[in-house]
Structures are given as structure tokens and as C-alpha cells.
T-cell receptor, first 116, second 114 residues
Framework: GNSVTQMEGPVTLSEEAFLTINCTYTATGYPSLFWYVQYPGEGLQLLLKATKADDKGSNKGFEATYRKETTSFHLEKGSVQVSDSAVYFCALTANAGGTSYGKLTFGQGTILTVHP | DAGVIQSPRHEVTEMGQEVTLRCKPISGHDYLFWYRQTMMRGLELLIYFNNNVPIDDSGMPEDRFSAKMPNASFSTLKIQPSEPRDSAVYFC????????????FGSGTRLTVV
């Protein structure tokens, strides 16, 4: 079945540091890939997405590139802020035609804390 | 649109009691999902509906859990009887076929069973 593996957390950084959160996946066919963010006490919000190989998703200074050859979708940001402190989830959905179509499979989440 | 609306935001109940969680999806969305989030197991998909019909309930942990979607604008997740290990945050999410595949999540219901 489909699965998503994220780097172990928590991750603690100083403000303006560079961020990478690794994400690799296992899926049949060509899934769509997502990063979601969860701020304390809130639900998950879509941060960015990519629907085909070599696509780059970007939003709020975050970027991730769909790498089919390495089955990866690593999240990066060049300069983090305190307000970026949250839990980040990598996820995928199978494309149409598969039995998992429409269903999001999540990684375990990575807690990011940014200090001033 | 007000987004996905869940109620209540917090629920504290005693073991053995029935608990009902409610969700109103975004108008026009034809998929609805129930997730459970705990520190130990992360995010788990419990069940999802398409056009009000349950498609996959393999994540429902036990017969104590049941979910319904009587119409396109309302769904419930019921736990009867509740147990302390059911304590978690329960999220509802919806999406639209042909959309950008992203889900919209509600703010969740934090359930505590004592």
C-alpha cells in the first residue's frame, strides 16, 4: 500500500536558519504530494502541493520538489521565522483509478520549533 | 464559505458514555473524511464518504465507533460506549472531486474520556 516517511523530529532552529524536512514515499503509479502545516490548537492547512514529477510547490517561502527518481518531496525554507513553529505533515493521494483514490496518506509529522 | 465546521470543540465525558461528534463540510464538496490524531499513532483515517456513501471504513477501530452521513451537509461520528483510550483530537475534512486534491480540515474536536 501507499506510505509516507518523514524525518524524525523534533527540529529546533534559530530564526533565519535554513530548514529541510525530509519526506520519502512509497506508492504505485504517480501520486500527488502535499505538505500540510498544523499550528497549535488548529486543524491542518494545505501548505503546498505537486501533482506530477519535477513539479515544484511553493508557498510562504516554503518549497518542495516532486522527485520521482528518489521518491522524495523534501520541504525547504531559506530563512525560518518564529511564526513557522508548527507541526509539518507530508502526505500523498493516489491518482484516479487506484483503490486509494481520494484518500490522503500522512507521514507521522515533524515538530518544528524556531527560537528568536 | 465558513470552511469545515466541527462541533463541539472540546468534549469531556465519562467512560461508558455515548459521544457524538459533528461535522458540516464545505458546500459542494463530495468527499468527507474523519481522522483521529494522537501522539502515539499520529493521524489515522477512520472512515470516508463519497456522495454520502461510506467508501472505506477499514480504519474504524472497533464496533463501538460508527459514522453516518445522512445528507451532503452533515456527518456524525459516534462512540458508544466511550473508553479512555478514545481520547484524541478528531478531525473532519472535505474535498471536491476534480479540485486540486487538497483537503480542507476542520478545527477538530478534542475528546477526553475520563
Amino acid at each position: 500500500g501507499n506510505s509516507v516517511t518523514q524525518m524524525e523530529g523534533p527540529v529546533t532552529l534559530s530564526e533565519e536558519a535554513f530548514l529541510t524536512i525530509n519526506c520519502t514515499y512509497t506508492a504505485t503509479g504517480y501520486p500527488s504530494l502535499f505538505w500540510y502545516v498544523q499550528y497549535p490548537g488548529e486543524g491542518l492547512q494545505l501548505l503546498l502541493k505537486a501533482t506530477k514529477a519535477d513539479d515544484k510547490g511553493s508557498n510562504k517561502g516554503f518549497e518542495a520538489t516532486y522527485r520521482k527518481e528518489t521518491t522524495s518531496f523534501h520541504l525547504e525554507k531559506g530563512s525560518v521565522q518564529v511564526s513557522d513553529s508548527a507541526v509539518y505533515f507530508c502526505a500523498l493521494t493516489a491518482n484516479a483509478g487506484g483503490t486509494s483514490y481520494g484518500k490522503l496518506t500522512f507521514g507521522q509529522g515533524t515538530i518544528l520549533t524556531v527560537h528568536p | 464559505d465558513a470552511g469545515v465546521i466541527q462541533s463541539p470543540r472540546h468534549e469531556v465525558t465519562e467512560m461508558g458514555q455515548e459521544v457524538t461528534l459533528r461535522c458540516k463540510p464545505i458546500s459542494g464538496h463530495d468527499y468527507l473524511f474523519w481522522y483521529r490524531q494522537t501522539m502515539m499513532r499520529g493521524l489515522e483515517l477512520l472512515i470516508y464518504f463519497n456522495n454520502n456513501v461510506p467508501i472505506d471504513d477499514s480504519g474504524m477501530p472497533e464496533d463501538r465507533f460508527s459514522a453516518k452521513m445522512p445528507n451532503a451537509s452533515f456527518s456524525t461520528l459516534k462512540i458508544q460506549p466511550s473508553e479512555p483510550r478514545d481520547s484524541a483530537v478528531y478531525f473532519c475534512a472535505s474535498r471536491q472531486t476534480g479540485g486540486v486534491y487538497g483537503y480542507t480540515f476542520g478545527s477538530g474536536t478534542r475528546l477526553t474520556v475520563v
